[in-house]
């Protein structure tokens, strides 16, 4: 499932770029700035700002929805099929996230910006969520991207079955992969996921040879300290395959996202990081012999 397409990208690859994002995600990192893609599956999302009170999400009858003098109130526990809201709304305060696309339908946006590509050396980036945790549609759109030879990148965390990248090998031009921490037991507790996946995951894609560039997001309260920084740049030094790692300065851009899905942003205590406060990071990584970039 497909929860946005945006041309004319100018971040997460080189060139102008056409982004893919892939909804579904194995990992629950609590600053996720597109908590949208985490669910496999359609998601509801309200913006009260939007709302003109016309009511015809009301007229649905549906019991999940009422009104509360003049604001909407939604209980998603009692929502028994997220698609009956899609186009209901006519201010677009309800609006549904995902649609099924099928390949012919991707394809032709991307083909849209042929000349743009070949003009400015950029591509298709996949993103997500996470891509490689898609069904057939994925590694079938690969196969399409690469008949047209468009350069393809492909932003993952690697926590995934090995078998999933597999079959990208010899596909994917570069993989831009996010290398969060090195401490397992605090990449759990962050994530809800197993780092030790992640990093035999990204030892086995190092010995193949393909291009690799690391993304590190630097978070406060999870990894933005100079002994975790130096670590995780220290092993990303370490791969043969990388040569070039990009700083993600955490941001609160996405939290209003959080409250049109009706939930609490986990993470808003923290500000948002500045450029000047990687610097030192990124300084520390070009000492390695890294080529860096801050931002993606």
Request: hydrophobic share 35%; aromatic share 8%; with cysteine.
């Amino acid at each position: 499932m497909i929860f946005n397409i945006q041309r004319y990208s100018i971040h997460d690859g080189e060139g102008i770029r056409t982004m893919i994002f892939f909804k579904g995600c194995p990992l629950r990192c609590p600053w996720c700035s597109n908590p949208e893609s985490q669910t496999y599956g359609l998601s509801l999302m309200y913006d009260e700002n939007k709302c003109k009170n016309f009511g015809t999400c009301i007229e649905l009858g549906d019991e999940a929805i009422q009104m509360d003098g003049n604001q909407v109130v939604i209980d998603r526990s009692a929502i028994q099929d997220v698609s009956a809201y899609q186009d209901v709304c006519v201010s677009k305060a309800l609006t549904t996230v995902g649609e099924k696309l099928n390949i012919d339908d991707i394809i032709e946006e991307i083909e849209k910006d042929l000349p743009f590509y070949k003009q400015s050396g950029g591509g298709v980036t996949l993103s997500g969520g996470e891509p490689l945790a898609q069904n057939e549609l994925l590694f079938d759109l690969i196969q399409e991207i690469k008949k047209r030879d468009i350069h393809l990148s492909v932003e993952t965390t690697l926590y995934v079955p090995w078998e999933k990248i597999y079959r990208c090998l010899g596909k994917v031009d570069t993989f831009l992969v996010d290398l969060k921490h090195t401490n397992p037991a605090k990449f759990n507790v962050h994530t809800e996921g197993d780092l030790d996946l992640v990093l035999e995951n990204l030892k086995r894609l190092n010995e193949t040879k393909e291009h690799i560039i690391v993304r590190i997001p630097v978070v406060p309260g999870f990894n933005h300290t100079t002994d975790e920084m130096t670590a995780i740049i220290n092993m990303a030094a370490s791969l043969d395959s990388v040569r070039e790692v990009h700083f993600i300065p955490y941001h609160t851009l996405g939290a209003h996202k959080y409250r049109m899905l009706g939930m609490e942003y986990p993470y808003k205590i923290f500000d948002g990081i500045t450029p000047q406060e990687i610097e030192p990071y990124s300084n520390y990584a070009r000492s390695a012999g890294l080529k860096t970039k801050i931002g993606g």
